[in-house]
């Protein structure tokens, strides 16, 4: 696994190979497997996030109640050319609310990186193959970028809420999905580092403060900030925008943020919204709710 984002740009630059390229033979030496099976293993994932977007269930919530049918709503006003954001961004919004719920409802997902952030990378990949008419196969390049991406900020920082705040979860994924958008729209591999170094910029010092201690709110909604900062950044990098501090800098920052939170911030659900007064009423009823159904 590649520590730094510049060692993996430069040996795809020397090999005269795309990222996904490199990443998937790395996987593939990794796992002592073929390069073929692999890549099967990869298109497995992204058919399981297709999968998650349509199995979505309107009716159901989750077992505290806080989340889920909301995604609907969503649905609902795109379908009568409603939303300000447009339809390609309000089909973002939607899918990044039914992955990141359909989390909180116990349905199959892909943590990409996380569970907590699993809405992220599908919202963005799943809407731009609709855009595009990629095909499934370009999609798995697509995701080993963003694997790519999220193996360098683990080895170099965490993915981690409780190591690093929600900046280590939904902003790794932003910048996964960034730098995926990028090689999608053709970019360069510098332009994927980039823009997943201003997609992650745009989110550090984001803490991990679960209402009631459970992976839904705020978690559910900043999966679609996650998402819809991802394309922007993308586009800044398509447009020759560079990050100003480099890429692996950023991650590096990101780190030393992380251990600067308190651990109140850091999903223990006992600072940030976690800890307002609606916040804790929310946990007193959730958990009281939780032991009457366990009686």
């Known amino acids: 696994m590649y520590q730094s984002l510049e060692e993996?740009?430069?040996?795809?630059e020397n090999a005269g190979q795309p990222i996904w390229k490199i990443a998937a033979d790395e996987d593939a030496r990794e796992e002592n497997i073929s390069p073929e099976e692999s890549f099967q293993r990869m298109k497995k994932m992204y058919l399981a996030m297709k999968s998650s977007d349509?199995?979505?269930d309107p009716t159901l919530k989750s077992r505290s109640g806080l989340v889920g049918?909301?995604?609907d709503k969503i649905t609902k006003r795109k379908q009568n050319n409603e939303l300000l954001t447009g339809n390609f961004i309000g089909s973002v919004m939607e899918r990044a609310l039914k992955i990141a719920e359909s989390n909180a409802c116990m349905k199959r997902i892909v943590a990409a990186p996380t569970a907590g952030s699993c809405g992220v990378v599908p919202a963005v990949l799943l809407s731009l193959q609709e855009k595009l008419q990629a095909s499934d196969d370009t999609m798995t390049e697509?995701?080993?970028?963003?694997?790519a991406i999220g193996g360098v900020i683990a080895s170099r920082a965490s993915l981690a809420g409780a190591e690093g705040g929600c900046q280590a979860e939904i902003g790794s994924a932003s910048g996964m999905a960034a730098a995926a958008a990028v090689y999608l729209d053709g970019g360069t591999e510098?332009?994927?580092a980039s823009a997943m170094a201003i997609a992650l910029s745009g989110m550090l010092g984001l803490v991990c403060d679960p209402v009631a201690g459970l992976v839904e709110v705020p978690c559910v909604k900043r999966n679609v900030i996650g998402a819809v900062n991802a394309l922007t950044s993308a586009d800044m990098a398509l447009s020759g925008i560079e990050s100003k501090i480099p890429p692996d800098e950023v991650i590096d920052a990101m780190k030393s943020i992380g251990h600067s939170m308190a651990m109140e911030l850091r999903e223990t659900g006992k600072g940030g919204l976690a800890g307002t007064t609606t916040g804790v009423k929310i946990r007193q009823a959730v958990s009281g709710g939780m032991h009457d159904k366990n009686a």
Do not use: F, K, N
């Not at 993996?8 to 795809?12: G, K, N, T």
């Not at 697509?142 to 694997?147: D, I, K, R």
């Open 8 to 12: 993996l740009i430069e040996d795809a």
């Open 54 to 56: 349509q199995q979505y």
């Open 69 to 71: 049918t909301e995604a």
């Open 142 to 147: 697509a995701l080993y970028v963003a694997a």
């Open 190 to 192: 510098r332009q994927m």
